[in-house]
T-cell receptor, first 111, second 114 residues
Framework: RKEVEQDPGPFNVPEGATVAFNCTYS??????FFWYRQDCRKEPKLLMS???SGNEDGRFTAQLNRASQYISLLIRDSKLSDSATYLC????????????FGAGTRLFVKA | NAGVTQTPKFRVLKTGQSMTLLCAQD?????MYWYRQDPGMGLRLIHY???????AKGEVPDGYNVSRLKKQNFLLGLESAAPSQTSVYFC?????????????FGEGSRLTVL
């Protein structure tokens, strides 16, 4: 079983739609969680951290459920520019912090 | 405003050849990572380093070696390249802790092994 698993998609949604991605992780001792965004043929960049109480950044909302070991990302009012691959990221302790990426969920937002 | 710099950005090798990818960061980060990214597989951790002089194995370390002789540099070596090592390689650095952990990535190095 992979340490971090995501639905690969692709998710095809119209502009203005709300879309949600989930991600599960296997290591119950994982310390911190993030969502990254990766545009085609570019490097990943941090989108937002995920806090236990849930957090929001504009149209983006991230949630963490430690009991069920999953995190989620909700995008409201999708824009064309949101088209990208969204990577779930988990930090775990093991000889220092080890950062593990999910395989990513592809999102296409269409006009 | 360099951040994380990887060299070379593109390389074509023949099977059995060796090469070294260089990663340099100017942010004084303790942690550095090498990942490979393949279609449908996402980013997989090859090796990482929690500080100068230290290295550790990640998820897919076989066929690769690394060195962190200076804090700002993290080298990834392929001693005898194989076609299975054709991939895009990303280096990243960061300040890690229980509640932190943003990684800063280089632009990637595209390696083709024939």
């Amino acid at each position: 079983r992979k340490e971090v698993e995501q639905d690969p998609g692709p998710f095809n949604v119209p502009e203005g739609a709300t879309v949600a991605f989930n991600c599960t992780y296997s290591n119950s001792a994982s310390q911190s969680f993030f969502w990254y965004r990766q545009d085609c043929r570019k490097e990943p960049k941090l989108l937002m951290s995920v806090y236990s109480s849930g957090n929001e950044d504009g149209r983006f909302t991230a949630q963490l459920n430690r009991a069920s070991q999953y995190i989620s990302l909700l995008i409201r009012d999708s824009k064309l520019s949101d088209s990208a691959t969204y990577l779930c990221v988990v930090n775990s302790l093991g000889g220092g912090f080890k950062t593990i990426f999910g395989a990513g969920t592809r999102l296409f937002v269409k006009a | 405003n360099a951040g994380v710099t990887q060299t070379p950005k593109f390389r074509v090798l023949k099977t059995g050849q060796s090469m070294t990818l260089l990663c340099a960061q100017d942010m004084n980060h303790e942690y550095m990572y090498w990942y490979r990214q393949d279609p449908g597989m996402g980013l997989r951790l090859i090796h990482y380093s929690v500080g100068e002089g230290t290295t550790a194995k990640g998820e897919v370390p076989d066929g690769y070696n690394v060195s962190r002789l200076k804090k700002q540099n993290f080298l990834l070596g392929l001693e005898s390249a194989a076609p299975s090592q054709t991939s895009v390689y990303f280096c990243a650095s960061g300040i890690q802790g229980a509640n932190t952990g943003e990684l800063f990535f280089g632009e990637g190095s595209r390696l083709t092994v024939l």
